[in-house]
Structures are given as structure tokens and as C-alpha cells.
Nanobody, 119 residues
Framework: EVRLVESGGGLVQAGGSLRLSCATS???????IGWFRQAPGKEREGVSCMFSSNSTSHDSTYYADSVKGRFTISGDNAKNTVWLQMNNLKPEDTAVYYC?????????WGQGTQVTVSS
């Protein structure tokens, strides 16, 4: 019932920017939503998340230390979409990025979108 679809990944040079999008289905109540990433041979790690409260404004955000000051999460409940603006990208950011949502005690994942940052 709950589905998430990522888009916006691609190939960029170091220092460049990308904006990832996560289109979501409706949730019955408030929920956490955000982004994970997984590089080849590495564990999936949390990047950023926020608490969605049926508002165009979202507080309670989280950012991994490695992306603070460079990435910004935002959302638009009217569009059922969450974005991850990624600036000053580094080769270390190369990974498959997954949209994730947690609601009603259940965890939901998108299919992932590839982000590749060249040196």
C-alpha cells in the first residue's frame, strides 16, 4: 500500500549538486521519512530524515555528520514528495540512495537511485 519512488540520481563532478526526489503514497498518520545510502561493499547508512506532520513545513530533521551543511531535506505534503538537495558533492557520496518511510510500526523502502560523484 505504501510505495516510494526515488528519482534524480545521476553523475556529477565533485563539488556539483543534485536534488533527489521521493514520491510517496499517502500515510494514515504522521510518519518519519528520509534517505539512506549504500555504497558497494558497504552497509546502508542513514543520510537524512524528518518527521512529516501533514504540513508544508517540516521540523525534527536529522542529518548524518558527513552531510551536515551540504544536504538539505524538504517536503511538500500536497505533492506527497520529499526532496534531498545535495550540494558540494564529494566522491564519498557515491552510493545508491534509498527513500525510506516509517509509519504504523512498518518500514518502507524505495527501489533506490544511483548517485555517482566523479573525482
Amino acid at each position: 500500500e505504501v510505495r516510494l519512488v526515488e528519482s534524480g540520481g545521476g553523475l556529477v563532478q565533485a563539488g556539483g549538486s543534485l536534488r533527489l526526489s521521493c514520491a510517496t503514497s499517502a500515510f494514515p498518520n504522521d510518519y518519519f521519512i528520509g534517505w539512506f545510502r549504500q555504497a558497494p561493499g558497504k552497509e546502508r547508512e542513514g543520510v537524512s530524515c524528518m518527521f512529516s506532520s501533514n504540513s508544508t513545513s517540516h521540523d525534527s530533521t536529522y542529518y548524518a555528520d558527513s552531510v551536515k551543511g551540504r544536504f538539505t531535506i524538504s517536503g511538500d505534503n500536497a505533492k506527497n514528495t520529499v526532496w534531498l538537495q545535495m550540494n558540494n558533492l564529494k566522491p564519498e557520496d557515491t552510493a545508491v540512495y534509498y527513500c525510506n518511510a516509517f509509519s504504523g510500526g512498518k518500514d518502507y523502502w524505495g527501489q533506490g537511485t544511483q548517485v555517482t560523484v566523479s573525482s
